[in-house]
């Protein structure tokens, strides 16, 4: 069994997304500024928000955190998140999930707070629907990063079975949508999926995005099937672990993601390849 490993894809990707950062700065005439912000103190968030700003640092992006306490609320946290739309310094917003509050009815769906144009989560429903209609702009980091791996490992897809286990607007649907945008033939389950493992044993690809520790065992696969982990989960004892058992599933499956190291780093990556492609597009909008 080989290891589809996330590092090697971001250092092919690197010079050229370094390349198109050099052109949108000259542009701008000033660093490309990320506006973050990180309500309340989950440790988690915290250390999810301070890898990102290092990976923008490392790429010459400004990266402006916000830290704000739990006691904003919703409505705080959208009056400020509505300011950074209106100002043109700010080119990309990012709210870190979860939120330690529910959004009220009252106001709008927390994935319509960003405005498209800024939105480097790429979770707005302007660009699921692109992406549904096959001419996404920017595609949600993780499947992003997912699709990029496939790509580079050199993964078949066209008219073969992949499965996605996950429904969530944030990885699963849009995972489902890309692969479909490939010619790949898609079965999307879930948790609550009656029979899984009569499912997922047919795929040639299996993406597991479902959220629950260990879920996919040897029994859920195909002899030969490729595997993507997405689960990150923490051990009470120490370590990570994912969706996929991993020694049980790596002993049937040809190749899998490790975690860590597989497809989180990819989606801290695609945080800027996201970004530098709204620049150029609102850019392109400027033309005459």
Sequence with gaps: MDWLSGQPVIDARTPGLLGRLDSVRAALR??????????????????YVEMKRKRGVSLGVEVELTPLAASVGAAGLWS??????????????????????????????????VSAEKDVDAFHP??????????????????AGIMALLEHYQVPLEGRLACVVGRSPLVGQPMGLALLNKDATLIQCHRKTEHLARLTAQAD?????????????????????????????????GGIVGDVLADEVGAVASRMTPVPGGVGPLTVHFLFENLVTLVEARLDTRRP
Excluded: Y
Excluded at 30 to 47: E, K, N, T, Y
């Design 30 to 47: 000033r660093p490309p500024r990320l506006r973050v912000f990180l309500v309340g103190d989950d440790p988690a968030s915290q250390i």
């Design 126 to 143: 302007v660009h699921l629907g692109r992406l549904g209609q096959g001419a996404p702009l920017v595609m949600a980091c993780t499947p």
């Design 205 to 237: 690809l299996l993406v597991v995005a479902a959220g629950s520790r260990g879920l996919i065992g040897k029994g859920h696969v195909k002899p030969g099937a490729v595997i993507v982990d997405v689960g990150i989960h923490r051990r009470p004892e």
């Design 80 to 113: 400020l998140v509505s300011q950074a739309n209106a100002d043109p310094g700010v080119d990309a917003i990012l709210i870190q999930r979860p939120l330690p509050f529910a959004v009220p009815a009252s106001l709008p769906s927390l994935q319509e707070w």
